[in-house]
């Protein structure tokens, strides 16, 4: 009924940026009632943590250690959120998967995650 996708990743170095975006599409009754969007990333060996997350409305929750080098937005109209990513580091390094869902309630789609790797 939903689905979630991620794009955008790649390998970058050290300093650089990169801009990823999630895109949901499906029933638009369904897509239309999410109201929160969220970036969150996994790295080797960790547990998946929040990045950043924002409401249809353009509130924003940061990851604190993030806020300044990382900018979510979203696009209402297209259903596309994005995470632009600045002076990268390589304890970035991560999958990056973003969801759609419903601040009030259980109700979310993940997608499938894409691979930001930063070298030296």
């Known amino acids: 009924q939903v689905q979630v996708v991620e794009s955008g990743g790649g390998l970058v170095q050290a300093g650089e940026s990169l801009k990823l975006s999630c895109t949901a599409s499906?029933?638009?009754?369904?897509?239309?009632?999410?109201?929160?969007m969220g970036w969150f990333r996994q790295a080797p060996g960790n547990k998946r943590v929040l990045v950043a997350a924002i409401s249809r409305s353009g509130t924003t929750n940061y990851d604190e250690s993030l806020r300044g080098r990382f900018t979510i937005s979203v696009d209402n109209a297209k259903n596309i959120v994005y995470l632009q990513m600045d002076r990268l580091k390589t304890d970035d390094t991560a999958v990056y998967y973003c969801n759609f869902g419903r601040l009030l309630g259980e109700e979310k789609y993940w997608g499938r995650g894409t691979q930001v790797t930063v070298s030296l």
């Open positions: 499906g029933t638009s009754s369904i897509v239309s009632r999410l109201d929160t």
